[in-house]
């Protein structure tokens, strides 16, 4: 099937001044594109060119194959409709009155609303759910309702391309997902929609594919998995995300962290973790965002800390609930402690199960950190763990009391071991 | 309200209701005067000109004088208060209207102008001055909109400043046009200070067809100037040709304010001041707006000739004086209530 939207090699922006270059992608009927990228990087200005808002400085954009640029206003309003990001200076008029003149483009000049169009308007008040407001004098409504208004106005249109600049800014969460759900329908009926989104997890949600706009370019349309990996947000909106599959909604779901200039250390470095039970967490998120390469053991499907590992992308050995570490498993994690820049052992409590993560950091002949310390409140291997921690702190390891204090020690541990020559 | 059904009612009804008022206003118009005259006497006086009868001097104050003053006076006020009303459409500023911005005075001058170039003949009055009007007019507003553009958006506030700078220019130059040829202006210069003292059934002839042809757009760009409230870009996404849209209205605007200025000179504030109340009483449609803002004018003009003629009886006062007496409170009125917002 041909494209409902087209851009060709397009160059758009203002005054003769390029925003975005080289933008070529389709938006095919019944499809649902959606635009993401940091503030000021054009978005809204790809979506303004189609209806020359903003200027096309070279290459096509095409609707229904017909060029743009030589289609009449009101032949173009027909098929292409906008709901702007911020909704119009609204005047007294009332918001049916509002509403209909989105029947604009379908009426001639010496032509009255008919009941056709006041079935349409009727319709689409319906279902953006302002129909009770219709009487309603729309310089006395909220920026929400006049948000939804607005989008009744460009249904109104009948448009076979609806163009949303982020159309849900206004909107209480109740409404955002009634509008968005509503544009969902509608491209499910043969609708185009190009829509520019500030909340990602929402794109992920809604579009069928979704195009980031950054550095002068937009890039082709993927699916939201492909489009929003952690690589793509880091490089883009330079922050480190979480990004992993919603359980609930099965969408791609994202949890920025942090900012990557918030986080970043001198040097990314190695660090073999020995944590369990939900200790090891704080820091584990800490160390991962920072860019630092982990290892935290083997752990136990269920345990805390192995999900934060799963979510963070971390490197660990899986253990069945309830299973041991046994002598392979605890060969496996003194391996990969052996090869970090340093060990460091939380606050978690240690029995016969776990021992062998402990054994294997004391055993890995790396710097080691230990947090807290070691008594009958923690150990429940018999002793077994007292006798491994006075070793370890008789053989030097370094002692705190804190994460924050575990995070500096081990920070400067990275730096001594980064120094040429050390 | 808002059954489509109530507001065509309650539009028929005001529209009735001001049409209604003004022919009360005309007769009282009429009427009054130097040597007042009855209702039955007009009455009278109407059907035996429309007969053709020859006409006695006391018919001949009525059908030759008051009549044609009072209805050019209607004309006047209802050219005014249209263009005023496509003028704060057009440029989303409730403060424009044509002698704000300078289009009164470009006409002025234009006329002025025509005035000089082909004397005071017949032909040359009736038709020359209100071409070179319309040239002013245009001329005006097109420089007064470049002045006030920054970057394709029109400023509101550069917009009064570009109109009131233009309009004191062009009216000095008119001035000085008017000594240098002072032996043949001697009537221009009432004129200009807005009076209806010229009028006759010519006048009624030409600015009642400026006005008809001036409205034809207004009425047929109804839902275009609706939609233009909300702003340029969106109502070209709504399907408005926005630039054909601004010079098919600026030249109808034009059109009128020409077809005033040059039989009645400079009056101000009609054209702002009763688009203003009509639109706080009835609510920005156009649809109503503009045939509601003419009646209101026409009304507001035929009383204010009336104030000016009786006021200091027999002695006339320009009528441009009244309003201007009217309409200068009213302007500071709007100003404080706009900073207040």
């Known amino acids: ?422 | 309200m808002h059954a489509t059904a109530t507001s065509a009612t309650r539009r028929r009804l005001t529209l009735v209701g001001l049409a209604v008022t003004l022919v009360a206003v005309v007769i009282a118009g009429i009427a009054f005067g130097a040597v007042p005259v009855s209702v039955a006497d007009i009455l009278g006086a109407i059907q035996r000109a429309l007969g053709g009868a020859e006409r006695s001097a006391a018919d001949a104050l009525i059908v030759d004088l008051r009549l044609p003053r009072v209805l050019l006076a209607g004309l006047v006020g209802a050219s005014l208060a249209l263009a005023g009303v496509l003028y704060q459409a057009l440029f989303k500023n409730p403060l424009a209207d044509p002698y704000i911005l300078g289009v009164s005075s470009g006409a002025g001058l234009g006329a002025t102008l025509a005035l000089v170039a082909v004397g005071t003949a017949y032909a040359g009055r009736a038709f020359g001055v209100p071409a070179g009007a319309f040239t002013g007019a245009l001329l005006t507003i097109a420089l007064v909109v470049r002045l006030a553009s920054r970057g394709g958006r029109v400023e509101p506030t550069s917009l009064l400043l570009a109109g009131v700078a233009i309009s004191y220019t062009l009216a000095a130059v008119t001035s000085f046009i008017m000594v240098v040829f002072r032996s043949s202006m001697a009537s221009v210069v009432f004129w200009m200070m807005g009076g209806l003292t010229s009028a006759s059934w010519e006048y009624v002839g030409v600015v009642g067809g400026m006005l008809a042809l001036g409205a034809l757009v207004p009425l047929l760009y109804a839902r275009e100037l609706d939609i233009m409230l909300l702003g340029d870009e969106r109502a070209g996404q709504l399907g408005v040709n926005v630039e054909r849209f601004k010079l098919v209205v600026l030249a109808s605007a034009s059109l009128v304010v020409a077809g005033a200025v040059s039989v009645s000179g400079l009056i101000g504030f009609v054209g702002l001041m009763t688009p203003h109340m009509t639109r706080l009483v009835l609510g920005p449609d156009h649809r109503l707006l503009v045939p509601a803002s003419a009646l209101a004018g026409a009304i507001v003009m035929v009383a204010a000739d009336l104030v000016a003629r009786i006021v200091l009886a027999p002695v006339e006062i320009p009528v441009g004086i009244v309003t201007a007496v009217l309409g200068g409170p009213f302007f500071v009125w709007l100003l404080v209530r706009g900073e207040r917002r």
């Open chain 1, 1 to 422: 099937m041909s494209a409902t939207l087209s851009f060709s090699a397009a160059r758009v922006g203002y005054s003769g001044r390029a925003v975005l270059s080289d933008v070529t992608f389709d938006v095919r009927p019944g499809e649902f594109v959606g635009l993401v990228g940091p503030n000021g990087a054009g978005k809204s200005t790809l979506l303004r060119s189609v209806t020359g808002a903003a200027e096309k400085l070279g290459g096509s954009i095409s609707v229904l194959g017909a060029d743009v640029e030589r289609m009449a206003p009101r032949q173009r309003a027909r098929l292409v409709a906008v709901v702007p990001q911020n909704p119009p200076i609204a005047f007294a008029f009332s918001a049916r009155a509002f509403v209909e003149m989105g029947r604009h483009p379908w009426l001639g000049r010496f032509q009255d609303l008919g009941p056709d169009d006041d079935a349409v308007v009727s319709d689409v008040m319906e279902l953006t759910d302002t129909a009770r407001l219709a009487a309603e004098r729309v310089d006395t409504l909220s920026g929400g309702d006049l948000q939804r208004l607005t989008v009744a106005q460009a249904l109104a249109q009948q448009p076979r391309l609806l163009l949303l600049d982020e159309p849900i800014s206004h909107l209480d969460l109740n409404h955002r997902l009634q509008v968005l759900d509503l544009v969902r329908s509608r491209a499910e009926e043969g609708i185009a929609v190009l829509a520019v989104f500030h909340d990602l997890d929402l794109a992920a949600r809604y579009a069928d594919r979704v195009a980031v706009v950054a550095d002068a370019r937009a890039s082709e349309p993927l699916p939201p998995p492909q489009a929003l990996d952690a690589g793509v947000l880091d490089r883009v909106f330079g922050v480190r995300a979480v990004v992993r599959t919603d359980p609930v909604t099965g969408a791609v779901a994202i949890t920025p962290v942090a900012r990557r200039a918030d986080i970043d250390i001198p040097r990314r470095g190695r660090i073999g973790m020995v944590c369990g039970s939900g200790a090891g967490a704080g820091l584990m998120r800490r160390l991962a965002l920072a860019g630092v390469g982990l290892h935290v053991g083997a752990l136990n499907r269920g345990d805390v800390d192995r999900a934060v590992a799963e979510a963070l992308g971390v490197d660990h050995l899986d253990l069945p609930p309830f299973g041991e570490v046994d002598e392979a498993a605890e060969r496996a994690v003194r391996a990969a402690y052996s090869s970090a820049d340093a060990c460091v052992v939380c606050a978690t409590p240690f029995g016969r199960a776990n021992l062998g993560n402990l054994r294997a950091a004391t055993e890995a002949g790396r710097p080691l950190v230990l947090i807290g310390d070691m008594g009958p409140e923690r150990d429940y291997a018999g002793g077994e763990a007292t006798r491994l921690w006075e070793r370890a702190t008789d053989a030097g390891a370094l002692r705190v009391h804190s994460d924050d204090d575990a995070f500096e020690a081990l920070r400067s541990l990275l730096d001594d071991e980064g120094t040429p020559g050390d």
